[in-house]
């Protein structure tokens, strides 16, 4: 009996002592993340696992792109760009009528500005933008900004020197002028290539608008070789959406590799604020300008003496036979011009020069204009609906200019 008592409290002790094991056992093993979430000791830290611990600096983002945000960035080529842009204040004599029916379209239509009452002479100042093209003080402006009857330019550059300028030569066709200051190692915008500026690329307007100089707005270019806007004769604009306010005119277009690709000239608006619809003349054509106002103190263009021409309408493209309205109707010529000795007349459709396709009027005078003088261009013309072929000898502009019954009208 006692030996059976025995082995039953030796029984029930080992399995005791078996629980108590099984039981540490099972917490020990209950708990695996104990010791991932145990840090360790400073003493035990290598400097590898501290390095591995740092968080690392962004990678620097693709040039041109600020880090972290994302967007263009163009701090370098703005700093660098408005040192060569500079104000433009032209002090101009202005005759105004002293007539109290000035301002009356019938009385001036039949009595003229100055018949009865006379005009007094008035200061005007025009202000705006140029752009330094050499070291040595060559600056390029806005025609419109220069004005007419001139007494006095002064130019204001990026460092706060004021110089009185000279005009050189200006081109109202374009509304190009350039002027002349008597500066040595003048910061300069370098010449850019405006033909191979695509829609979507971004540029800079920097300028003086309502006379806050060297201001910088940011766009893209929104359509290149816009016509018929109404801002001058020859018109191949480049268009874009950064900022141009007045007192931009004359002021640079920079594309993101800090060139001169446009002189700034005009906006579209309705109320005469910024709409978002701005114009610059692209700069190769600026470059053609400038070389020839440096070299002969005017731009030499070809000419094909006085001839009027207008854009087609339905209208008159069924009324001469055209089989569109692509093209351009002589509307006015006169006799013993280049044009009428040709064998062109009124009512004559140009739909070609030279193999090119004639889309409208603007593009027609670009052609002439950029003939040269002393050669002969080939026209295909429509007359009463038929084509036909006509060389045309192409003069120069100043030639035709003289002998023209007065001056092209603005369209």
């Given at each position: 009996m006692l030996r059976r008592l025995f082995m039953s409290v030796v029984l029930v002790g080992a399995g005791l002592a078996a629980g108590v094991v099984m039981t540490t056992r099972l917490r020990s093993a209950g708990n695996p993340r104990a010791e991932e979430l145990t840090l360790p000791a400073p003493a035990r830290q290598t400097p590898r696992s501290v390095a591995a611990e740092t968080p690392r600096p962004a990678a620097p983002g693709p040039p041109g792109v600020v880090a972290g945000i994302g967007?263009?960035?163009?701090?370098?080529?703005?700093?660098?760009?408005?040192?060569?842009?500079?104000?433009?204040?032209?002090?101009?004599?202005?005759?105004?009528?002293?007539?109290?029916?000035?301002?009356?379209?019938?009385?001036?239509?039949?009595?003229?500005?100055d018949q009865f009452f006379g005009g007094r002479d008035r200061r005007a100042l025009s202000l705006g933008s140029g752009v330094m093209i050499s070291a040595d003080g060559y600056v390029v402006t806005n025609n419109h900004v220069v004005g007419e009857n001139v007494r006095e330019i002064t130019v204001a550059l990026?460092?706060?020197?004021?110089?009185?300028?000279?005009?050189?030569?200006?081109?109202?066709t374009t509304d190009i002028a350039l002027l002349k200051i008597n500066?040595?190692?003048?910061?300069?915008?370098?010449?850019?290539?405006?033909?191979?500026?695509?829609?979507?690329?971004?540029?800079?307007?920097?300028?003086?608008?309502?006379q806050l100089s060297q201001t910088?707005?940011?766009?893209?270019?929104?359509?290149?070789?816009?016509?018929?806007?109404?801002?001058?004769?020859?018109?191949?604009?480049?268009?874009?959406?950064?900022?141009?306010?007045?007192?931009?005119?004359?002021?640079?277009?920079?594309?993101?590799?800090?060139?001169?690709?446009?002189i700034n000239t005009g906006i579209f608006s309705e109320s005469g604020g910024y709409q978002g619809i701005g114009f610059a003349v692209p700069s190769n054509l600026v470059f053609k300008v400038v070389s020839d106002l440096m070299k002969y103190g005017e731009v030499r263009r070809g000419s094909v003496g006085y001839l009027r021409v207008e854009k087609l309408t339905d209208?008159?493209?069924?009324?001469?036979?055209?089989?569109?309205?692509?093209?351009?109707?002589?509307?006015?010529?006169?006799?013993?011009?280049?044009?009428?000795?040709?064998?062109?007349?009124?009512?004559?459709?140009?739909?070609?020069?030279?193999?090119?396709?004639?889309?409208?009027?603007?593009?027609?005078?670009?052609?002439?204009?950029?003939?040269?003088?002393g050669s002969t261009a080939s026209l295909r013309v429509l007359r009463s609906g038929k084509p036909m072929d006509v060389k045309l000898p192409i003069v120069s502009s100043a030639v035709a200019a003289a002998s023209a019954p007065g001056a092209r009208p603005r369209r």
């Open positions: 967007g263009p960035d163009f701090t370098k080529i703005a700093g660098q760009a408005v040192k060569g842009v500079a104000n433009i204040s032209s002090l101009q004599v202005v005759r105004t009528p002293n007539s109290p029916f000035a301002n009356d379209p019938f009385f001036r239509y039949f009595f003229g500005d990026g460092d706060k020197r004021e110089i009185r300028g000279k005009v050189i030569g200006t081109d109202p500066v040595s190692g003048a910061a300069v915008v370098p010449w850019g290539d405006s033909s191979k500026l695509k829609v979507g690329e971004w540029v800079l307007a920097i300028g003086s608008p309502f910088v707005t940011a766009g893209i270019i929104s359509a290149t070789g816009r016509t018929n806007v109404g801002l001058a004769d020859y018109e191949d604009f480049v268009q874009t959406d950064a900022a141009i306010n007045p007192g931009n005119s004359g002021g640079a277009l920079i594309n993101t590799r800090g060139e001169l690709v446009g209208e008159l493209a069924r009324e001469f036979g055209a089989p569109n309205t692509n093209g351009a109707v002589i509307s006015r010529m006169v006799r013993g011009s280049e044009a009428y000795d040709a064998g062109l007349r009124p009512g004559d459709v140009i739909v070609e020069f030279d193999k090119q396709k004639v889309d409208d009027p603007s593009q027609f005078f670009r052609f002439v204009a950029d003939a040269k003088v």
